[in-house]
């Protein structure tokens, strides 16, 4: 099993930045991967930015070239840098990492308003 504690998020003005961190516990041996996904409300949660084991990243067409993801010197931390927020950015955004057989682990998610 593994566990994913989120920080960071809150309330920003439109152009402005935010940072999350997760740390993983628990069996963080078996992650092959970590990510951020996130849910507006009335919407289905979706990818925000993954990363591999081996560095390999992913990001979402609309926050390509402001959020940056990356992991920790530890391996069981991940963060998520957002720069130029956007309203439509607003949402809970949750820690994800991918376990063996495929498996999904999931923080308890963390609010991220942005302002106009």
């Known amino acids: 099993q593994v566990q994913l504690v989120e920080s960071g998020g809150g309330l920003v003005q439109a152009g402005g930045s935010l940072s999350l961190s997760c740390v993983a516990s628990?069996?963080?041996?078996?992650?092959?991967?970590m990510g951020w996904y996130r849910q507006a409300p009335g919407k289905q949660r979706e990818l925000v930015a993954h990363?591999?084991?081996?560095?390999?990243?992913n990001y979402a067409d609309s926050v390509k070239g402001r959020f940056t993801i990356f992991r920790g010197n530890a391996k069981n931390t991940v963060y998520l840098q957002m720069d130029s927020l956007k309203p439509e950015d607003t949402a809970v955004y949750y820690c994800?990492?991918?376990?063996?057989?495929?498996?999904?682990?999931w923080g308890q998610g963390t609010q991220v308003t942005v302002s106009s």
């Open positions: 994800n990492a991918l376990g063996p057989l495929a498996t999904d682990y």
């Open positions: 628990g069996s963080i041996s078996s992650i092959h991967a």
């Open positions: 990363i591999t084991n081996g560095g390999g990243t």
